[in-house]
């Protein structure tokens, strides 16, 4: 609608932009009314036009805004230094009294005439020519480049000569950097500074990038005219980094030792519980244990990477240690003497495992790893590690240390990691071995892997390790620094460049200013939008559970809680725990070849019979492989698919032609041809089959079929995959009946639920090897074209074995009803839709804990209603319905958990703002806070610390008030703040 409203009005904006171009002041200038207009300025409001001794006189102290010349007919882009404005420093932006009433070499009266910034200055500041000595400061630049936000500019400077203020100095207090100490040629606004921090952190735009568009928006035209300041910008951008954050974070009021420590410039998380900051002081005794416990996720990236350095020497470090990264030093001697304990992996190939020692020669540095608040994304401080090789544990051992050493005060730790289940196996030898590690004694890992990752592991490590299964862990997924990952991923390919340590202040910079928009905005929001989700989750999550509770034995349901209460308390001390309450084994199917054995050795005369109607199985799902080649290849055809079909196609005949032979022996006189010669026919699902399963060596895979250019051979002709072999289904219960063939009626019927079931169970197994190349393959492979086509590939192999085993079924289900009697029940086995054939990493397994909001497929409870009618039915039954029963109340436990966990933040919060302003407060009344500037910063840190914590007290006040809290449970938090629990902690 606006877009359609603004069609109306686009000739009108057209004709008032041609109409700006004219100069509207001819009559003379407005404010003095002496000469003509021939300058206007298109940054100040209302674009005033005037002379040029006007216009100079009103922008001597805005140097940097946006001027037109009026050249007789048109105007023409200019700047203020072409106007006749001067830089005079040291006394507010005036002229300094001690100088001569002009600037040397250049009258004010007499502006230059308009013309591009020249390009004969070079991007070495040494190539410059200093002007003759004059005044105090003689032997210095009478004219310096100084770079601005809206651009790119030329200078006269006047210098102040009444002070023992060196140059940079001067510059520095009009807010103007210096990109030297000694002889400053070129200076950056403050402005521009701060412009290009930003964009760079939130807009991820590269610095080179960033520099290219002042540039261009100082010589749209002649872009490369514009003196290249890109080093300089590059290199001061670093130092202003360096001073900004050593400003927010209370450097410079003379605590030297908290300027030292670890950690002093970097930004905590102010939700997450802190003893000594937002705790009361007898906290231990308040609550559930597992609500004051930290929490972790840990992670490496691979993008991250840095080229080698030809030159190191001349790095410089700025920031070692005391932001995000690691310090370097001890992050090197700890490496020089850590071993690794190669153990054989008890889980699945995880690609953090088998790629740990995989080195690229090209790289200083193949990927990083780092922890995160697992609950609120912020990073820890300390904890970025730098890949040498691939994921060894080693990196990640210094860095988890380094966290646990300030997750101190804490009993406990939740760690989520992808690999946790064969990482924790020998952290304990491995801390112990290292002379640089060490972590506190009384804290204990609680193991955990996060949603995302569990379902590529064993069926154990989902029951011991999924967050699902863990007391205490509320909604956290695990996987919350993949959208750290995600946000600094795109900065990756610039800082790849960087030398070492500009890396280094780039990595702090932007985890700094992610972890400060976490906690201004985004992390109350998080919170907001947390608990209105929680509420949704649980009043969901009990109806379930009450659904579940009333068709089950109380006394069962009791006997469950006491075992679910078991493992809750063992898990932390022994994963194993979980075992005996999550981990459900699955029976297996019965098959075709048990279900065969069965027949035969229950009645030993079957047993031809039985392998007779087994060799007619076989024929049939041949035929069907052989339709649903020639479906394929009606459209899209491999040149290899013509001869395999010709092969099979000769294969089928001569078996089929064996397997009539024998025919007469078991089926007497009720023989095909004598009374139907109806066609075989299988219905092919269009769609699912058009992916070649694999590609050919040739490449030529993908070639339209032309079924005019096939020979003609006796077995094309004869399209053996249409016949009908005359099994009894193919005759139909009652006709058979008529024969005498009840025996061959019941020995077909159990082959047909036996390969019904084989279908089933290689359906299971292809759908999680789907899943498995969906995680650990499709998703990896995102920004490679090749690679992704490589895994889609794969993919779709799995799809045409998925299809072609639910022909199989849907044909043995088929044949089922044609031979089923009044005692045979086989509403089990529904018709298999597409839908049953999802794959998701949630649907691999029954207890998959992905399922937590969705109802199971018939596909993955086939087994359990299978055995119903067996003498050990019920158990079957109740173990079903244990499971479903635990998975239901474990949905409650953790809404219940994430619901006490987001009151107890919500409290969290304005007290750690009120204790951040505290020491602020404190900050300003030390002896270095008395001094003017100093204080009046402390100050205003706190009153936004003051004003964040009334906030967030207002905010959090009015949304328990829209949506209170439940009442059927206790939140451990009244409305206005006070604990509810009793004094004694519970676990």
Request: hydrophobic share 35%; net charge negative.
């Amino acid at each position: 609608d606006f877009m359609e409203k603004w069609m109306e009005f686009q000739e009108l904006y057209l004709h008032k932009l041609l109409d700006m171009e004219a100069n509207s002041d001819m009559a003379g200038c407005r404010s003095c009314q002496k000469g003509a207009v021939t300058w206007r300025c298109l940054s100040c409001f209302g674009v005033p036009a005037s002379c040029t001794e006007c216009m100079r006189a009103s922008h001597q102290h805005q140097p940097f805004h946006q001027v037109e010349f009026w050249e007789s007919d048109h105007w023409e882009s200019s700047t203020t230094a072409q106007l006749g404005v001067t830089l005079c420093l040291g006394h507010g932006g005036n002229k300094c009294p001690g100088r001569s009433g002009s600037t040397e070499g250049r009258p004010e009266e007499s502006p230059l005439a308009p013309e591009p910034v020249s390009d004969t200055s070079t991007s070495n500041e040494d190539m410059w020519v200093d002007p003759p000595t004059s005044g105090k400061h003689g032997g210095h630049a009478e004219t310096i480049i100084v770079v601005d936000k809206s651009g790119v500019y030329e200078f006269p400077v006047v210098w102040c000569t009444c002070t023992d203020k060196l140059p940079h100095e001067q510059l520095f207090d009009l807010r103007l950097y210096p990109a030297s100490q000694t002889n400053p040629k070129t200076a950056f606004t403050f402005d521009v500074l701060d412009d290009l921090l930003v964009c760079n952190f939130e807009g991820k735009e590269a610095p080179h990038s960033y520099f290219r568009r002042l540039t261009r928006m100082t010589n749209e035209a002649f872009p490369d005219s514009v003196p290249d300041r890109y080093r300089e910008l590059m290199r001061c951008g670093r130092q202003w980094l360096r001073l900004k954050t050593r400003k927010e974070h209370g450097h410079g009021y003379g605590d030297s030792e908290m300027e030292a420590a670890v950690a002093s410039l970097a930004t905590t998380c102010v939700a997450c519980p802190h003893p000594g900051i937002n705790l009361d002081d007898d906290w231990e005794s308040k609550g559930p244990e597992w609500l004051y416990y930290g929490r972790a996720v840990v992670d490496g990236n691979f993008k991250q990477q840095s080229y080698a350095m030809r030159r190191p020497e001349n790095d410089v470090p700025l920031t070692d240690g005391l932001g995000y990264t690691v310090n370097k030093a001890n992050y090197q001697a700890h490496l020089a003497t850590a071993k690794e304990t190669p153990h054989k992996s008890t889980c699945n190939d995880h690609r953090a495992v088998s790629q740990a020692g995989r080195r690229r020669n090209h790289l200083a540095v193949t990927g990083l790893a780092a922890l995160v608040c697992a609950r609120h994304g912020l990073w820890f401080a300390s904890s970025v590690v730098d890949f040498l090789l691939g994921e060894r544990q080693a990196y990640i051992d210094y860095a988890l240390c380094m966290v646990l050493q300030q997750l101190r005060k804490h009993k406990k730790v939740y760690l989520f990691y992808d690999i946790v289940c064969q990482y924790l196996v020998k952290l304990r030898q491995r801390i112990k071995d290292s002379p640089h590690l060490t972590i506190p004694e009384h804290l204990k890992i609680i193991p955990a892997i996060g949603l995302f990752h569990v379902h590529g592991h064993k069926d154990e490590c989902v029951s011991r390790y999924s967050p699902d299964h863990i007391i205490g862990a509320g909604h956290a997924a695990g996987e919350i620094i993949e959208s750290n990952w995600g946000r600094m991923n795109p900065s990756a390919q610039s800082i790849k460049r960087m030398s070492a340590w500009a890396r280094v202040d780039s990595l702090n910079g932007q985890m700094e200013s992610w972890n400060k928009g976490k906690n201004y905005k985004s992390g109350m929001s998080a919170i907001i939008d947390g608990w209105k989700l929680a509420l949704v989750r649980y009043t969901k999550a009990t109806i379930d559970l009450r659904k579940v509770t009333v068709l089950c034995d109380p006394g069962l349901v009791s006997e469950w809680l006491q075992r679910l209460a078991t493992a809750y308390a063992g898990h932390s001390d022994d994963v194993t725990a979980n075992d005996a309450v999550f981990k459900v084994d699955i029976r297996k199917l019965p098959s075709r070849a048990t279900t065969g054995h069965e027949v035969t050795q229950a009645k030993e005369e079957l047993t031809g019979v039985v392998q007779w109607i087994n060799r007619g199985i076989d024929i049939e799902q041949l035929q069907i492989e052989i339709q649903v080649l020639s479906k394929k290849m009606a459209t899209r055809s491999r040149r290899g698919d013509t001869n395999t079909r010709e092969r099979l196609r000769r294969r089928l005949i001569r078996i089929i032609e064996e397997f009539l032979e024998d025919a007469p022996k078991y089926m007497g006189n009720l023989l095909i041809g004598a009374v139907t010669d109806k066609p075989y026919v299988v219905d092919i699902a269009s769609g699912i089959m058009d992916s070649t399963e694999e590609g050919d060596e040739d490449g030529t895979d993908g070639i339209p079929y032309d079924p005019d250019n096939e020979e003609e051979t006796d077995a094309a002709s004869l399209e053996p995959e249409t016949r009908t072999i005359g099994l009894p289904s193919a005759f139909g219960r009652s006709t058979c009946l008529e024969h005498g063939l009840d025996k061959v009626i019941e020995a077909e019927m159990t082959l047909r639920t036996g390969q019904a079931n084989d279908a089933v169970e290689k359906i299971r197994h292809h759908i999680g090897h789907q899943s498995l190349i969906w995680r650990k393959e499709v998703r990896e492979s995102r920004g490679s074209q090749h690679q992704g086509g490589l895994a889609r590939s794969k993919l779709d192999v799995q799809s045409a074995k998925v299809n072609l085993q639910r022909l199989y079924y849907n044909h043995a289900r088929k044949a089922m009803l044609e031979l089923k009697g009044p005692e045979d029940d086989i509403t089990k086995y529904q018709v298999m839709t597409r839908q049953d054939l999802k794959a998701s990493t949630a649907e691999l397994r029954p207890d998959a804990t992905g399922l937590r909001h969705e109802g199971l497929s018939w596909l993955w409870t086939l087994d359990v209603d299978t055995m119903l009618a067996s003498p050990d039915g019920d158990t079957l039954l109740n173990e079903f319905a244990r499971m479903h029963w635990t998975k239901a109340r474990c949905r409650t436990d953790r809404a219940m958990e994430e619901l006490i966990l987001l009151r107890h933040e919500m409290s969290w919060i304005p007290r750690t703002w009120r204790h951040m302003a505290g020491e602020w407060k404190r900050l300003g009344e030390t002896d270095a806070g008395k001094s003017a500037g100093h204080h009046a910063h402390a100050r205003r840190q706190q009153a936004l610390a003051e004003r964040l914590a009334s906030m967030s007290e207002s905010v959090f006040q009015q949304l328990l008030k829209d949506k209170p809290a439940p009442t059927d449970f206790n939140l451990g938090l009244d409305d206005s703040g006070r604990c509810t629990w009793p004094q004694t902690t519970v676990s």
